[in-house]
């Protein structure tokens, strides 16, 4: 046999037994909270889409006039023709809502976050990194060349131990760290970590890619590096930095992520404008999922939510794979979150709940979940 298929069948079979082979099902999404699959219509708790803002007629207006305006496609990397002026204006919003001097978009949050750290960082620099940051972070740790050492999650003194240890015998030092983390749903302690790099001439980055017109950074921490995705409660496609003027003009000559790829399309840079107008609008609509969240821990006995996401780790990658087929069965549909996605033995079934979820929904879903456990 071709010795690359015979590669990747082995692989394949290893990923078999282990149950971490990943399968893509084709999924519709007809309405703000609904996905059909296999001709099986259900209600989805695992979207991202946290203000239902995918489906917002102004959203998905706005995208498209845009396109009629600009073309489907940019056409070019930002730095050659690709810089359509719905940039500009999203650039400036950004950074209105996150009280920086600027803001860069990028392609997605995880090309940001591949390019932001290389682009600061190299060898002879430390970067730390919580334990369970989003895989993209640890992607752009690697890339920059710096040492990475990562601290126990959610742990100030963990970090600080190791900054005390290695700061000194480092050039550059950052610390990265999600702002929500995504498959966990907790929050990290943003203050604390901006005192702690403060102390050690250390730069701070938060992911704010669940945090994002959901949950604010807490006011008077010095956060200098601020990136997310316009993906998630923005509801359409990129990722973006906020930060100093200084800091942002040298990414845009440096981010390699930013300046050999395509500029998003017109669309989504428009869908994301519209979106960001819709929540200034109304800032109380953010409150909104996390109290759906809540309602479903209630319901179960779980701790209050923190975030819109809510973990259940049931263990092994069978188990979460079946307890989602279940709950399939019963007209909900809850993906199963695997390693290598989550630490080994932490597989678990993650929901995620948004503005239009209904309370009689949440309050049934809480019932099938009640089941599984019998
Ligand atoms: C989703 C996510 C990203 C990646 O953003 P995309 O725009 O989807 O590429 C980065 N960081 C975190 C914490 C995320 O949850």
């Not at 037994?17 to 989805?44: E, H």
């Not at 960082?121 to 040492?147: M, P, Q, W, Y």
């Not at 190791?162 to 943003?190: N, W, Y």
């Not at 000559?253 to 200034?280: C, E, F, H, N």
Request: a neutral charge; charged letters at 20%.
């Amino acid at each position: 046999m071709d010795t690359l298929d015979g590669f990747a069948l082995d692989k394949l079979a290893g990923l078999d037994r282990a149950r971490t082979r990943r399968r893509m099902v084709d999924t519709f999404r007809d309405g703000p909270t609904t996905a059909r699959r296999d001709g099986r219509q259900m209600i989805s708790f695992c979207c991202n889409d946290y203000l239902n803002l995918t489906h917002h007629p102004a959203v998905i207006e706005a995208a498209v006039a845009a396109t009629r305006q600009y073309g489907a496609g940019s056409g070019a990397s930002r730095l050659v023709t690709g810089n359509h002026p719905l940039y500009r204006t999203l650039e400036a919003k950004l950074a209105a809502l996150k009280g920086t001097e600027d803001a860069l978009v990028f392609g997605s949050g995880y090309l940001a976050n591949v390019s932001i750290t290389p682009a600061l960082v190299g060898r002879g620099d430390l970067v730390l990194i919580d334990e369970l940051a989003h895989a993209c972070l640890f992607t752009g740790a690697r890339l920059s060349g710096a040492s990475v050492r990562r601290f126990a999650h959610n742990d100030t003194d963990d970090a600080g131990r190791i900054l005390a240890q290695e700061r000194a015998s480092h050039g550059k030092c950052m610390l990265l760290t999600d702002h929500v983390f995504s498959m966990d749903g907790d929050i990290a302690p943003i203050s604390e970590l901006a005192e702690l790099c403060s102390s050690h001439d250390t730069w701070l980055l938060a992911d704010d890619a669940h945090g994002i017109g959901m949950l604010p950074i807490p006011a008077g921490a010095t956060v200098p590096l601020q990136m997310g995705t316009l993906s998630k409660a923005l509801g359409s496609y990129g990722g973006y930095l906020c930060a100093s003027a200084p800091v942002i003009d040298l990414l845009r000559s440096r981010a390699r992520a930013l300046v050999y790829t395509t500029g998003l399309p017109p669309a989504s840079v428009a869908a994301a404008i519209a979106a960001l107008d819709l929540i200034a609008a109304d800032p109380a609509w953010a409150a909104s999922p996390i109290a759906k969240a809540r309602r479903f821990t209630a319901a179960l006995g779980l701790p209050p939510a923190a975030s819109p996401i809510v973990p259940l780790i049931v263990g092994d990658a069978a188990t979460a794979l079946a307890q989602s087929e279940r709950l399939a069965d019963a007209g909900f549909l809850v993906t199963a979150i695997r390693p290598p996605t989550v630490p080994e033995g932490t597989a678990r079934l993650r929901f995620t709940f948004t503005a239009s979820h209904a309370d009689a929904e949440i309050d049934a879903l809480a019932t099938a979940v009640g089941r599984l456990g019998a």
